[in-house]
């Protein structure tokens, strides 16, 4: 905790002369930016996964009509499809995975009073006079929604809504153009493990919109984390799935 809190102070002492007071949210969002980067190539392997996936929808669809009357050899099929084809259907969750370490960092570095057995001196720096380890609660305290903090939050609150908003839309464009397990058989049974696989498939697109809860509950210097990493990851994703079509079809291999 004591190097990462070294490394924050320091690149905020480097964004000092452009950002002064700001300068430690402007670290922040650095920093963020930094580890962004650095699971791109993750990023670009999942969206690759996922091209793959709609690429596999004529066969899946000859695996139907071949196996409608065995469910459990459909299902099979499927997996085994998948696997000769190097596609994983929980690939795209690896980016947020390696990153949660990052946040969780951010989190506990601006929630402590004491980094190392000394005062956290990064409690000090503030945005719009905003501190970084204030949360929404103190801003409402201070001035209420309409005071300077609070309005802070509600820029945040704003630019998270939209994030989601995309977000959600483009996942469920996505996840309707990538062809899944089937969830029954013809006798309408459910297949072993089909129930986990479709609630998932629900709540996936939703899940863009728990951001704001998020930023409701942590400090303000992980707040600035979680809206810089969403904004990235929206803009990432608009770019590396740019060839799917709202309607799902065809796509070309990402580069």
């Not at 990052?102 to 001196?121: D, R, V």
């Not at 929404?136 to 998270?160: C, S």
Request: charge should be positive; charged fraction near 15%.
């Amino acid at each position: 905790m004591s190097v990462f809190a070294s490394l924050v102070a320091r690149l905020a002492d480097l964004l000092e002369p452009f950002f002064h007071a700001s300068a430690a949210a402007a670290a922040i969002v650095l920093f963020t930016a930094c580890v962004r980067l650095a699971i791109h190539p993750l990023s670009r392997a999942t969206a690759r996964g996922q091209k793959a996936r709609t690429k596999l929808a004529p066969q899946i669809a000859e695996l139907r009509k071949k196996h409608r009357k065995n469910p459990e050899r459909l299902q099979k099929a499927i997996l085994e499809l998948h696997a000769k084809e190097k596609v994983s259907p929980l690939s795209g969750c690896l980016p947020s995975l390696f990153q949660l370490p990052a946040f969780f960092l951010m989190y506990h570095l601006f929630s402590n009073q004491q980094i190392g057995g000394e005062p956290n001196e990064l409690l000090t720096h503030t945005l719009f006079a905003s501190p970084l380890g204030d949360r929404w609660t103190d801003a409402l305290a201070d001035g209420g929604v309409l005071g300077a903090q609070g309005l802070l939050y509600v820029a945040l609150f704003a630019v998270v809504a939209a994030v989601a908003t995309f977000t959600y839309r483009r996942t469920k464009q996505q996840m309707a153009a990538s062809p899944g397990m089937p969830v029954a058989g013809p006798d309408g049974v459910q297949l072993p493990g089909a129930g986990a696989m479709g609630a998932m498939t629900k709540v996936m697109p939703l899940m863009s919109f728990a951001t704001l809860i998020t930023v409701a509950v942590v400090p303000l210097a992980a707040a600035l984390y979680v809206v810089t990493s969403t904004t990235w990851s929206a803009v990432e994703r608009a770019w590396l799935y740019r060839d799917i079509p709202a309607g799902g079809g065809a796509v070309a291999t990402a580069g």
